[in-house]
Nanobody, 115 residues
Framework: QVQLVESGGGLVQAGGALRLSCAAS????????MGWYRQAPGKQRELVAS???????NDADSVKGRFPISGPSAQNTVYLQMNSLKPEDTAVYYC?????????WGQGTQVTVSS
């Protein structure tokens, strides 16, 4: 089993920045990929960005160039640096991890961007 704990969400004005962190623990040796998803009210959960242990990243078009993902660090933490935030980025952000698919999920952290 893998446990994921997110932190770093909050309220920010449009144009501002936040950094989300996701710390993994447990059977982390099995993890090859980690990612961030988000779910806005009334919408489906969508992939924001993902990264493999080889450093291969995948970003959604809506955040490309604004939300670089990095990690995992030596502390098994993945970061999502969110820059130039827009009101449409408001959502609950979830961290996910797994060997080849994202099978483990964190509890989510709220990000609210005011206009």
């Amino acid at each position: 089993q893998v446990q994921l704990v997110e932190s770093g969400g909050g309220l920010v004005q449009a144009g501002g920045a936040l950094r989300l962190s996701c710390a993994a623990s447990g059977s982390i040796v099995s993890i090859n990929t980690m990612g961030w998803y988000r779910q806005a009210p009334g919408k489906q959960r969508e992939l924001v960005a993902s990264i493999t242990t080889r450093g291969i990243t995948n970003d959604a078009d809506s955040v490309k160039g604004r939300f670089p993902i990095s990690g995992p660090s030596a502390q098994n933490t993945v970061y999502l640096q969110m820059n130039s935030l827009k009101p449409e980025d408001t959502a609950v952000y979830y961290c996910a991890a797994g060997e080849w698919t994202h099978d483990y999920w964190g509890q989510g952290t709220q990000v609210t961007v005011s206009s």
